[in-house]
């Protein structure tokens, strides 16, 4: 809620015509802009929609960066395989024991 330090100006008592239709004007902006923000919170199909699409689009960007680092480093994958490798070799061996 707006406190009274917080409210806008009204139109004093002696207030032309233009005046209020103006203040009229300004309360219905506002009042619009706020049941649009309503609106969009209550929406909450579109925001999931909203919300999978950014996920989407960071994990599609990601994706390329990911790309692009094992395209200009190749070792680091050949490294992370041998690495895997090894392991594996070395649980064989283990339980041939």
Known sequence: MATADRLPPEPGPDADIGELRSDIDKTRS?????????????DVKGRAQDKAAE???????????????????????????????????????????
């Open 55 to 97: 996920t989407r689009a960071a994990v599609v960007d990601r994706a390329h960066a990911a790309t692009e680092t094992v395209k200009s480093k190749p070792a680091i994958p050949v490294a992370a395989v041998l690495g895997v490798l090894a392991a594996i070799g070395l649980l064989w061996w283990w339980r041939r024991r």
């Open 30 to 42: 506002e009042l619009g802009d706020t049941v649009a923000a309503l609106s969009d919170k209550l």
